[in-house]
């Protein structure tokens, strides 16, 4: 079995030490501040185009939904499977946007956008956010089926 530096293997790194809540509360932080960015984006973009910033605001919006169904709702798994997924999308998207240009719709269609401090942040959160999800996934039957906000 394969082992990291430490000589441990992986379902030894994650079983015993991995407290499920915790990674739980995490990717609830971690959306919220996903959507915080987004906010925070949304002008510059209603700004370019009303498409843009009604996807940003829907993003935001999402995000914050999805932020607070994990803090207030009972733990289930195709909350966290839809959260990796819909994360995933807009990850694939903005690399899109950052290879071969905005697809198909606005005023920018076809342009390569460089990449920001801000939108790169919110990149490198949203794949942290996923593999949240990734390990509470794999530690889902330890998280109980308490919410965190009772």
């Known amino acids: 079995m394969k082992t990291n530096t430490w000589g441990l293997r992986m379902s030894e790194m994650l079983s015993p030490h991995l407290k499920p809540r915790s990674w739980l509360i995490r990717a609830t932080v971690l959306s919220a501040s996903l959507a915080l960015i987004h ?53 694939a998207l903005w690399v899109a946007t950052r290879t071969v240009g905005i697809p198909f719709f606005g005023p920018m269609a076809g342009e390569v956008l460089t990449i920001g401090l801000l939108d790169g942040l919110a990149q ?12 509470l996934l794999h530690q889902f039957d330890r998280l109980g089926g308490r919410p965190l906000i009772e």
């Open 39 to 91: 906010f925070l984006a949304t002008p510059l973009y209603f700004d370019q185009w009303l498409g843009y910033g009604v996807f940003f605001l829907t993003v935001a919006v999402l995000q914050v939904m999805y932020s607070m169904a994990l803090a207030a709702g009972e733990p289930n798994r195709a909350l966290v499977w839809l959260g990796s997924g819909g994360n995933a999308r807009v990850i």
């Open 124 to 135: 490198v959160l949203a794949v942290i956010l996923i593999i949240h999800l990734a390990l």
